[in-house]
């Protein structure tokens, strides 16, 4: 039977009172398995994982989606989302989504679907900025549609 050890407070050697672990300001957190480190972070808060393959690390912030949004086809109001603070309908087919938490630059990545049936359809990513991103849906017989629209970005946050 493996042994647990159940805590209310961890406090560091050198005495102080601060609920949790408290390390110097270099020093980082490591969680090893079988003697063998899987999860690591920094003072600042930057945290590696072990990858699937358990041969190379992963940067936990780097590999998460900053935002994510599900729309309905008007434009006008989010079925879901994160990191999101608002929705724009910049006319038929074209919706804007207003971050909540600004991106670094504006370089980051837009992956989109729409929820339709129409079979000549397809999305593109309009103008953006580090605080929006505007998706514009498109068909070819009829041209801009207002159709339902689902994107997350990825990218660093400012």
């Known amino acids: 039977m493996a042994s647990e050890i159940k805590v209310d407070t961890i406090v560091n050697a050198g005495g102080d009172n601060d609920t949790g672990i408290d390390l110097a300001t270099n020093d980082q957190i490591l969680l090893k398995v079988a003697n063998a480190t899987k999860l690591t972070m920094n003072s600042t808060g930057q945290t590696t994982i072990v990858g699937e393959g358990g041969t190379t690390t992963t940067s936990l912030q780097q590999g998460l989606a900053k935002a994510f949004a599900n729309s309905n086809p008007e434009g006008t109001n989010l079925n879901d989302s994160f990191n ?5 309908d910049q006319g038929t087919g074209i919706q804007r989504f207003n ?4 991106m670094n630059n ?3 990545a837009t992956v989109t679907c729409v929820q339709s049936n129409i079979d000549q359809e397809w999305e593109q990513t309009g103008s953006r900025t580090t605080s929006m991103a505007e998706l514009r849906a498109y068909d070819e017989t009829s041209g801009y549609t207002d159709v339902a629209e689902m994107m997350a970005i ?5």
């Open 106 to 108: 504006t370089t980051f």
């Open 154 to 158: 990825h990218g660093d946050l400012a």
């Open 99 to 102: 971050l909540s938490n600004a």
């Open 84 to 88: 999101i603070s608002s929705l724009g």
